[in-house]
């Protein structure tokens, strides 16, 4: 199914949350939607440079 989700949960540097924090509220951005847009891209550029 499109809509099911699983979780994903890491630990990371209090610092470097409060700066991930900030840019979201900067660009009116959810977490979750800025960190899963990151691996997306990255996912994809990766995939272009394997081929």
């Known amino acids: 199914?499109?809509?099911?989700r699983?979780?994903?949960v890491i630990?990371?540097?209090?610092e470097l949350h409060r700066r991930i924090k900030a840019t979201c509220a900067l660009?009116?951005?959810?977490i979750r939607d800025y960190i899963v847009e990151l691996v997306e891209k990255?996912?994809?550029?990766r995939n272009k440079q394997n081929k």
Do not use: G, H, P, R
């Open 27 to 30: 660009n009116d951005i959810s």
């Open 42 to 45: 990255d996912m994809q550029k």
């Open 11 to 14: 630990k990371i540097d209090k």
């Open 1 to 4: 199914m499109a809509n099911e």
């Open 6 to 8: 699983s979780s994903l």
